[in-house]
């Protein structure tokens, strides 16, 4: 799927169709990825490339928003197929990419081996010589349209947002929240913020989303899923909902069945928010389709508050 700015999303193929977005920009015959997805990705990503014409030389960039595996699981194996690409990647994160052994190792306790194999298949470490740090305010130039890195922590110490002036849009990997396709009303997308089980900060989350809307973007291109507008409404909802969240789990702190309260105080969030913006069956539909993600939440909360109280 193209729209007018030459910026193709491509749906990696992650779990579920349209759950995992990565995205091709080109300009003047030259593109660049923004994500990746798995290695089970790459065939999709260079038949996009392929169908704008394009041969694998001519991508300068994968630029990744974190290394989460679901963004970044399939660089390495992606860049063993772009002769002249580099990897722009946060620094926390860039050492992840050169040697995967601890995300590995990190990945496989959460899901397991067979699970892993399934999901990642082996990750492939990416020469130190083809990595390019992105600090803040680091630009990409390609073709002569820029690139703008921009650090945004909150939902993980290691995660920056691309911003594209030609389109103005953000590139926003996780930190402007999660917003399923199958949720869209006639008001418009409906998001969820996402927590990280390990660095969540929802002070950093409000304040890398508020410097987004600080840009007046026209769009925002969420890995979960696809091309949002109205940002100033759903930049608003997100920042409110997290201090909601951070409530209720302030509220459960000490409650001896924390996370399964939690869930529960999370869909009640969710359920009322997507009533209130006119999704039909809501309290059947939230859990059903965000069932993964708010458990992910509860997680990412109580990790916070655990670090919140020591």
């Not at 994160?93 to 306790?109: E, N, T």
């Not at 947002?161 to 009303?185: H, K, M, N, P």
């Not at 928010?273 to 389709?289: F, I, K, T, W």
Request: proline letters at 6%; a negative charge; glycine letters at 8%.
């Amino acid at each position: 799927m193209s729209d007018p700015h030459d910026i193709v999303t491509i749906d990696t193929g992650y779990q579920r169709p349209r759950f995992c977005a990565a995205y091709l920009i080109v300009e003047r015959g030259r593109a660049a990825f923004v994500d990746c997805g798995t290695n089970h990705s790459v065939p999709r990503l260079l038949a996009a490339l392929e169908a704008q014409g394009l041969a694998p030389d001519a991508v300068d960039r994968v630029i990744l928003t974190h290394v989460h595996l679901d963004h970044a699981g399939g660089a390495g194996a992606l860049m063993r197929e772009l002769p002249n690409a580099r990897l722009v990647v946060h620094p926390r994160g860039a050492p992840h990419m050169i040697d995967p052994a601890r995300l590995v190792a990190s990945a496989k306790q959460v899901y397991g081996e067979e699970e892993f194999a399934a999901s990642y298949g082996e990750l492939v470490p990416v020469p130190e010589s083809r990595v390019e740090a992105a600090a803040d305010g680091h630009v990409v130039d390609l073709g002569g349209r820029p690139l703008l890195c921009a650090d945004t922590p909150g939902h993980a110490r290691h995660h920056l947002a691309v911003w594209d002036a030609r389109s103005r849009s953000w590139f926003a990997g996780d930190i402007f929240g999660l917003s399923y396709r199958e949720l869209d009303t006639a008001r418009g997308a409906f998001a969820i913020p996402t927590t990280s089980p390990v660095q969540f900060d929802p002070a950093q989350m409000r304040a890398s989303v508020r410097r987004m809307l600080g840009e007046a973007p026209e769009a925002v291109y969420v890995t979960h899923y696809g091309r949002v507008t109205d940002v100033q409404r759903l930049g608003a909802d997100l920042i409110a909902q997290v201090e909601a969240m951070v409530d209720a789990a302030r509220a459960l702190a000490d409650d001896p069945q924390r996370h399964r309260r939690l869930v529960e105080a999370l869909v009640r969030l969710y359920v009322e928010r997507a009533q209130r913006h006119g999704v039909a069956d809501a309290r059947r539909r939230v859990p059903e389709l965000l069932g993964m993600d708010i458990d992910l939440n509860a997680q990412g909360l109580e990790v916070w508050l655990d670090r919140a109280e020591a």
